[in-house]
């Protein structure tokens, strides 16, 4: 495994927290070179010193994905440091916890500026040299990306989006060499749905964590897109939870609509 990404420049947004922070230590720790993007620098400067503290190589960037200019400038900051980009993790995200006859239209636009636009905009800036090196786009997607979530209309229609968008981007590079992936975890122990945005588009509630069977670890999901990287895997749905939310959504929506309500009222 790590001979397969060794030297390899894989760039992560949202790279200095949560899920983002796990893929970093794991690429890098499978010999890869990892640009950590994120809107707090200083989180993303302290990664990096520390993965170059255990000989790794890394490098911090400040990036909006919400800003077209930010995705540019540092996406050709790898391409000049590094020579050109092997991998690409749309990582960044957000999310919002209201029902959508209580949320500001702000907030959902914001959701998916962040969610959506951020990794088009990304994607749009490394695509050229991620086909040069016949290399790997990859999605953070959630089981919200192929599965209703009340109470998260603007994150499930942001994750929707995703699928949506890079599955006719793969129908577009088959014949190119690159590849792309979608990764859709389940809940997972971090602060993304915890201080999810309310309704107003604040982060003043802190929400009871959510969880349907297990949590997933940050770091087992790193190591399953590390893997599907490899293999060049399509899609990567991650937990029983998630391949079953997959087929009930589809073979018996109503039923899968019932035990979201009943999830929902857990979190009250």
């Given at each position: 495994?790590?001979?397969?990404?060794?030297?390899?420049?894989?760039?992560?947004?949202?790279?200095?927290?949560?899920?983002?922070?796990?893929?970093?230590?794991?690429?890098?720790?499978?010999?890869?070179?990892?640009?950590?993007?994120?809107?707090?620098?200083?989180?993303?400067?302290?990664?990096?010193?520390?993965?170059?503290?255990?000989?790794?190589?890394?490098?911090?960037?400040?990036?909006?994905?919400?800003?077209?200019?930010?995705?540019?400038?540092?996406?050709?900051?790898?391409?000049?440091?590094?020579?050109?980009?092997?991998?690409?993790?749309?990582?960044?995200?957000?999310?919002?916890?209201?029902?959508?006859?209580?949320?500001d239209l702000q907030v959902i636009e914001r959701v998916m500026d962040i969610n959506f636009h951020g990794a088009v905009r990304c994607t749009a800036a490394?695509?050229?040299?991620?086909?040069?090196?016949?290399?790997?786009?990859?999605?953070?997607?959630?089981?919200?990306?192929?599965?209703?979530?009340?109470?998260?209309?603007?994150?499930?229609?942001?994750?929707?989006?995703?699928?949506?968008?890079?599955?006719?981007?793969?129908?577009?590079?088959?014949?190119?060499?690159a590849s792309v992936l979608l990764v859709c975890p389940s809940f997972t122990r971090t602060a993304i749905d915890k201080h999810a945005l309310d309704g107003?588009?604040?982060?003043?509630?802190a929400h009871k964590e959510s969880a349907v069977g297990k949590l997933l670890e940050p770091d087992d999901v790193a190591r399953a897109v590390l893997r599907?990287?490899?293999?060049?895997?399509?899609?990567?749905?991650?937990?029983?939870?998630?391949?079953?939310?997959?087929?009930?959504?589809?073979?018996?929506?109503?039923?899968?609509?019932?035990?979201?309500?009943?999830?929902?009222?857990?979190?009250?």
């Amino acid at each position: 495994m790590p001979s397969a990404m060794a030297g390899k420049s894989v760039v992560i947004t949202g790279a200095a927290s949560g899920i983002g922070r796990a893929l970093a230590e794991t690429f890098a720790a499978a010999g890869a070179r990892v640009a950590l993007l994120d809107v707090d620098l200083t989180g993303a400067d302290q990664l990096a010193m520390q993965l170059e503290a255990r000989g790794q190589r890394a490098m911090a960037l400040r990036c909006d994905v919400r800003d077209a200019d930010d995705c540019v400038n540092a996406i050709e900051t790898v391409k000049r440091r590094w020579g050109g980009v092997d991998v690409l993790i749309n990582n960044a995200g957000v999310a919002h916890r209201s029902p959508f006859a209580r949320t500001d239209l702000q907030v959902i636009e914001r959701v998916m500026d962040i969610n959506f636009h951020g990794a088009v905009r990304c994607t749009a800036a490394a695509l050229d040299s991620i086909v040069a090196r016949r290399g790997v786009i990859v999605a953070i997607s959630s089981v919200a990306g192929f599965a209703p979530l009340l109470g998260r209309s603007g994150y499930a229609a942001s994750k929707h989006a995703l699928h949506g968008f890079f599955d006719s981007l793969r129908a577009e590079l088959h014949q190119s060499g690159a590849s792309v992936l979608l990764v859709c975890p389940s809940f997972t122990r971090t602060a993304i749905d915890k201080h999810a945005l309310d309704g107003a588009g604040t982060h003043t509630v802190a929400h009871k964590e959510s969880a349907v069977g297990k949590l997933l670890e940050p770091d087992d999901v790193a190591r399953a897109v590390l893997r599907a990287v490899v293999e060049r895997r399509r899609q990567l749905v991650l937990s029983p939870v998630g391949v079953a939310s997959y087929w009930l959504s589809r073979l018996l929506p109503s039923v899968y609509e019932r035990v979201m309500r009943a999830t929902q009222r857990a979190e009250a």
